[in-house]
């Protein structure tokens, strides 16, 4: 069983800037791809940054340039460094976690941004 937590999420103003940190424990044998999306309210979950083990990463297009993906490997750990907010990033961010037997989700983190 893997266990997923996120964490630093918050109420922030336009322009500012919030870290999310994502961990990752139990029995895990090898963590490949690691990833934030988002789910705003009444709108479906997308994919806001992915890193791969070896430190590649994507984004997608509304957060270029605002937000930074990261991970420290031996600490099972995936942070999401976002900064220049804007309302329209608000939302609930989860983490997502896959290993050689699948992916595994946090419970989320809620962003708020206000304008």
């Known amino acids: 069983q893997v266990r997923v937590v996120e964490s630093g999420g918050g109420l922030v103003q336009a322009g500012g800037s919030l870290r999310l940190s994502c961990v990752a424990s139990?029995?895990?044998?090898?963590?490949?791809?690691m990833g934030w999306y988002r789910q705003a309210p009444g709108k479906q979950r997308e994919l806001v940054s992915l890193?791969?083990?070896?430190?590649?990463?994507n984004y997608a297009d509304s957060v270029k340039g605002r937000f930074t993906i990261s991970r420290d490997n031996a600490k099972n750990t995936v942070y999401l460094q976002m900064n220049s907010l804007k309302p329209e990033d608000t939302g609930v961010y989860y983490c997502?976690?896959?290993?050689?037997?699948?992916?595994?989700w946090g419970q989320g983190t809620q962003v708020t941004v206000s304008s």
């Open positions: 997502n976690v896959g290993v050689t037997t699948g992916g595994y």
């Open positions: 139990g029995s895990i044998f090898r963590i490949t791809v």
């Open positions: 890193i791969s083990s070896s430190g590649l990463t």
